[in-house]
């Protein structure tokens, strides 16, 4: 199991979507989430504009969208609809749930906080 696999169950034990028929999609996402950190380290290495010019073969120079941020737009577009088939996004959510509200699985990252700060206080 990677990182990113962790980090996706976590997530969608935290939005209470988890179930492991869920697996072999969370495997793509990661994948694709590792791509997608990789084109963006191409992409920037190649100069991180987001239009190139480009000319054809009869000499006109166009601006066109730079290929290499095609890819990167590519991959987003891709992580953003899986993640919703995850149910880690509200409509998602709610897909996956059935409509029902999710019932929080652990406590939130604004009550970490506020136990931490109780716990720094009190000693």
């Known amino acids: 199991m990677s990182k990113r696999e962790d980090a996706i169950r976590e997530n969608m034990r935290l939005a209470g979507t988890y179930n492991q028929a869920f697996e072999p999609i969370i495997k793509t996402l ?14 920037r290495a190649n100069g991180g504009e987001f239009v190139t010019e480009y000319t054809n073969k009869s000499g006109a120079t166009n601006a066109v969208k730079d290929p290499y941020y095609s890819v990167v737009e590519g ?7 899986i993640s919703a088939q995850l149910g880690l996004t509200p409509t998602g959510q709610r897909r996956v749930l059935g409509n029902a509200k999710a019932a929080p699985t652990g406590p939130t990252a604004l009550e970490r906080a506020l136990a931490e700060a109780r716990e720094r206080a009190g000693k």
Request: zero cysteines; a neutral charge.
């Open 30 to 43: 990661a994948r694709i989430q590792t791509e997608l950190a990789k084109a963006e380290r191409d992409w």
């Open 75 to 81: 991959l987003r577009g891709q992580i953003v609809d």
